[in-house]
């Protein structure tokens, strides 16, 4: 079993956390449950988690208020841990260029 771990910025904000914080119980239940299942069974595949390249992957929620949530991660050997590096309501077809930059800038800032 992987470890999760989740951004940090650099003045120890927990923007993630604070996403997360921010919906509906009933949501951040489906979220939790479903990054529970690919936290014990990573590596896996659609149509719960995907890779999205470059060591990025996403756990695909559908919450019960009838949306779309995306967690990007990526999994740090080193650290046996997933790594949370960002997470959003999804409103379009495929995620946004801006959000998958975001994580990736993440990424590259956890591993520096």
């Given at each position: 079993m992987h470890r999760v771990l989740f951004y940090k910025t650099n003045a120890g904000n927990e923007v993630v956390l604070d996403w997360l914080r921010s919906l509906d119980a009933d949501d951040r239940k489906r979220i939790g449950e479903d990054l529970r299942v690919v936290q014990l069974g990573f590596p896996m595949g659609k149509p719960l988690c995907d890779s999205l390249g470059g060591g990025l992957w996403e756990v695909r929620s559908s919450l019960p208020s009838r949306r779309e949530a995306r967690l990007l991660f990526f999994h740090?050997?080193?650290?046996?841990?997933?790594?949370?590096?960002?997470?959003?309501?999804?409103?379009?077809?495929?995620?946004?260029?801006?959000?998958?930059?975001?994580?990736?800038?993440?990424?590259?800032?956890?591993?520096?």
């Amino acid at each position: 079993m992987h470890r999760v771990l989740f951004y940090k910025t650099n003045a120890g904000n927990e923007v993630v956390l604070d996403w997360l914080r921010s919906l509906d119980a009933d949501d951040r239940k489906r979220i939790g449950e479903d990054l529970r299942v690919v936290q014990l069974g990573f590596p896996m595949g659609k149509p719960l988690c995907d890779s999205l390249g470059g060591g990025l992957w996403e756990v695909r929620s559908s919450l019960p208020s009838r949306r779309e949530a995306r967690l990007l991660f990526f999994h740090s050997r080193a650290k046996r841990a997933l790594v949370v590096v960002h997470g959003f309501i999804k409103k379009t077809r495929t995620a946004p260029a801006g959000d998958i930059e975001l994580a990736r800038r993440r990424r590259r800032e956890f591993q520096d």
